[in-house]
């Protein structure tokens, strides 16, 4: 009986011991993570269009499971991510990088594998303290057989690989820090133009920076061919670039506010806006404004954009832009020119009813402004 009621003993601190194993295995494992592929309409974080046929789960600046954003359908029109207060708590640029779902799934218990070898990366910038209307394109050229290896040795320049030109859809993004970067693409030819993106803290810009050759000052491209046996290819940006001249796809107003209150600049009914968001410039503050040239015929921007009503001063009380101090007549319609900075004075004052703009000096925007240092 006594032996009986041992081998019981043994056996039911058997169970336990079982049991609060299986509870710990729960406690230890955690809940599986399910990736949002809801679009979010109003509190979005930032808008994407996804031109393929992959299902791609998104993650902010580094491939962590405390990083991702959530999914983007395939073949999504505007799909607006969500807007974790976690990750997007300040306003900064940052490389969206794309996962196809079979990868996440594949390598969820190490993401970081696949650091060098996503679908692709996208440059993003977030304004927590505006709104963020730009549309963000994964272009339908992702994700072929063929390799495309991308060395971009720069500490301090971050490259979008656009197909065709400058101004066409960006197929990739080889941030500075991260020597290699491959892309998956699909047969045929790929001609490709790196653009330089990134935030200029000191105007509060975005800017976007163009490489040219110096033989003709043409943007800068080179020519790829994928299928019929060629896989594979290499871009060493750094050798590539060297000798090359830049250029900007936006011309720059500086106001240079010399009332004795705040005032903005406007085109028609638009309130131009810094990155962050600013569009009061207070008196002995100049304040830059970026101002995007238009995608022209073959994917490249236009050299000048044509403007019909600029106004500035005090809200609501905005004055038309005149042809200088002291000719009140229209400068319009207006040429503007990329690379330019366009100062634009103001004087007098709203209450007096002698308020009054005109663009005082017109200068280049400086190579140092423009260029980086590998």
């Known amino acids: 009986m006594k032996k009986l009621l041992k081998i019981s003993v043994l056996l039911l601190a058997a169970v336990l011991v079982l049991g609060l194993a299986g509870c710990g295995d729960d406690d230890d494992g955690g ?19 996804n031109y393929t046929s992959e299902r791609l789960v998104a993650f902010k600046g580094d491939l962590h499971p405390d990083y991702l954003i959530g999914g983007i359908p395939a073949n999504a029109n505007n ?5 974790n207060i976690t990750l997007f708590d300040k306003t900064e640029d940052f490389s969206l990088i794309l996962l196809t779902e079979a990868q996440y799934n594949a390598n969820k218990d190490n993401l970081y594998s696949q650091r060098n070898t996503p679908f692709t990366r996208v440059y993003v910038f977030y304004n927590r303290n505006g709104e963020n209307l730009a549309v963000y394109e994964i272009a339908r050229s992702l994700g072929g057989p063929n390799t495309l290896n991308i060395i971009n040795s720069s500490s301090s320049i971050n490259i979008e690989l656009r197909l065709g030109g400058p101004a066409g859809e960006t197929i990739g993004f080889a941030p500075a820090g991260i020597l290699n970067t491959s892309l998956k693409l699909q047969d045929g030819n790929h001609t490709i133009a790196p653009v330089f993106k990134r935030y200029n803290s000191f105007r509060d810009l975005v800017e976007t920076v163009i490489p040219r050759r110096a033989s003709d000052n043409e943007y800068w491209r080179q020519n790829y061919s994928f299928g019929e046996g060629d896989t594979q290819a ?8 060297q000798g090359t001249l830049f250029s900007s796809g936006a011309a720059w107003v500086v106001v240079n ?27 002995g503050n100049p304040r830059t404004f970026q101002v995007n040239m238009p995608k022209a015929a073959g994917d490249v921007y236009a050299e000048t954009l044509e403007v019909y009503n600029w106004r500035f001063g005090d809200v609501g009380d905005e004055v038309a832009l005149q042809s200088g101090e002291n000719d009140t007549s229209s400068p319009f319609p207006l040429s503007i020119a990329q690379g330019k900075i366009y100062t634009v004075t103001v004087t007098g004052s709203a209450n007096d009813g002698n308020q009054k703009a005109w663009i005082s000096s017109i200068t280049d925007i400086p190579e140092n402004e423009l260029g980086g240092s590998w």
């Open 31 to 49: 809940e599986e993570v399910v990736v949002d592929f809801t679009s979010y309409n109003t509190d979005y974080s930032i808008l994407v269009r």
């Open 234 to 241: 290499t871009m060493n940006l750094k050798e590539l670039l």
């Open 257 to 283: 506010n010399q009332t004795n209150a705040g005032v903005r600049f406007l085109e028609g009914s638009n309130v131009y806006t810094t990155a962050t968001g600013l569009w009061n410039t207070m008196p």
């Open 79 to 83: 799909h607006g991510l969500p807007n």
